[in-house]
C-alpha cells in the first residue's frame, strides 16, 4: 500500500473510535493523519462528532452508537464510517445514505472466532462450566461425587442452526466433530456441498421442536427483534440449550429468563445482550446460565484482521475505488 492511500499530499484524517490492537493502529497510523482514542474511552454522538471534526473518515465499533442523530451530528468533512465489526445494527444505514456518507463493514475474518465461542457457550453451558468453576474458586468443593453438577453431552444431540451464513456453517463443522446432528433454517437452502448432510428447514418454527441446542446466527434487523420469544420457545423441547452470538435483542429476555427459572430450558449460553454492557440483571443471578461479555471475535488474530480489513476498505475509497465491503 502506499504512503498515501489518496494520492494525495495529505494524508485523510482518520478518527478511530476506540483503542485498536497495536499493529492495526501502526498501520493506521503509517497511512492516514490518524487520531487514536489513547484513554479508550466510549463516545458518544456528540464526543463522537467533536473529535472528528475536520476528519474524512471514522473508524467505528459496534461498541459505537451511531443513530440518526449521532449521524446528523457527524461533521460535513466525513465520508466515510468504517465500522470494526460484521454487524451493522448499530448504525443507521438509512441516515448516513441520506447524508451520503459511506459505510463498511468486516465479513469473514471473524468466521472462525465466533464460531469457536458458540461452542464454547455450548459446552459451558451444557456442561455447567461456571459452577464447576466457581466451586474450585471459591474454595468450595469438597470432592468428587457421582452426582455432582450433572450435565448433559453434546454428543448425540440435535443442533438447531439460525442462519446458516459462514459462522452457522462454522458451527455445523464444529458441532459434528461432537457428534451432533445439524438441522438449520436460513432464508436459501444451501448446496449439498456446503450443507454437508444437514436438514434443511424451510419455517425455522417447524425446526424448533427438534432442538435440543439452538444456536442464533441471523443479523439483528426489524424482523429478527425479539425472534426468540416465549411462543417460540414453547416449541423447543423440554431442557433445551440456547447459544446467541449473534446480537443480544434477537431475544426476548424476559421470556428466556421465565423459561430458564422454569426449567423448560436447561441453559442458556449468551455472549451478546440486549443494552450491553448493562444486560439484564436476573442473568448472572441464575445458575443454568453461560455468560461472556461479547468475546466472539476477541481474539488477536481476528482483532487484527477486522482491523485491517475495515483499512482495506478505507483505502479503497480514499482511492477513489468501491470499497470492497460496502454496505451504504
Ligand atoms: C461484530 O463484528 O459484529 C461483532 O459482534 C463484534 O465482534
Request: glycine share 8%.
Amino acid at each position: 500500500m502506499s504512503a498515501n492511500p489518496n494520492g494525495r499530499a495529505a494524508k485523510p484524517r482518520l478518527l478511530l473510535s476506540r483503542r485498536l490492537p497495536d499493529a492495526v493502529e501502526a498501520r493506521a497510523a503509517r497511512d492516514y493523519d490518524a487520531i487514536p482514542n489513547r484513554e479508550d474511552v466510549a463516545l458518544d454522538g456528540a464526543a463522537l462528532a467533536a473529535r472528528a471534526a475536520g476528519c474524512d473518515g471514522i473508524l467505528v465499533t459496534a461498541g459505537d452508537r451511531l443513530d440518526s442523530a449521532a449521524v446528523a451530528a457527524l461533521p460535513e468533512s466525513v465520508r466515510i464510517l468504517a465500522t470494526f465489526s460484521v454487524g451493522t445494527d448499530h448504525i443507521d444505514l438509512a441516515a448516513a445514505r441520506a447524508r451520503g456518507i459511506r459505510v463498511t463493514n468486516t465479513p469473514d475474518v471473524l468466521t472462525e472466532a465466533t464460531a469457536e465461542i458458540a461452542l464454547l457457550l455450548m459446552l459451558g453451558a451444557a456442561r455447567r462450566a461456571h459452577e464447576g468453576e466457581r466451586l474450585i474458586r471459591e474454595r468450595a468443593w469438597t470432592g468428587w461425587t457421582p452426582t455432582q453438577l450433572l450435565g448433559v453431552q453434546l454428543t448425540g444431540k440435535r443442533l438447531a442452526v439460525l442462519g446458516m451464513g459462514r459462522i452457522g456453517q462454522a458451527v455445523a463443522h464444529r458441532a459434528r466433530a461432537f457428534g451432533m446432528e445439524i438441522h438449520y433454517s436460513n432464508r436459501r437452502r444451501l448446496p449439498p456441498a456446503e450443507e454437508q448432510g444437514a436438514v434443511f428447514h424451510a419455517e425455522a418454527e417447524a425446526m424448533l421442536p427438534l432442538a435440543d441446542f439452538l444456536t442464533i446466527h441471523f443479523p439483528l434487523t426489524p424482523e429478527t427483534r425479539h425472534w426468540l420469544d416465549a411462543r417460540r420457545i414453547a416449541l423447543l423441547p423440554d431442557g433445551a440449550i440456547v447459544v446467541n452470538t449473534a446480537r443480544g435483542p434477537v431475544i426476548e429476555d424476559a421470556a428466556l429468563i421465565a423459561a430458564l427459572r422454569s426449567g423448560k430450558l436447561a441453559a442458556a449460553g449468551l455472549d451478546v445482550f440486549t443494552g450491553e454492557p448493562a444486560l439484564d440483571p436476573a442473568y448472572p443471578t441464575l445458575p443454568n446460565t453461560f455468560l461472556l461479555p461479547h468475546l466472539g471475535s476477541a481474539t488477536i488474530e481476528t482483532r487484527n484482521a477486522m482491523g485491517f480489513r475495515a483499512l482495506d476498505n478505507l483505502d479503497a475509497f480514499f482511492r477513489g475505488q468501491e470499497p470492497p465491503d460496502a454496505v451504504a
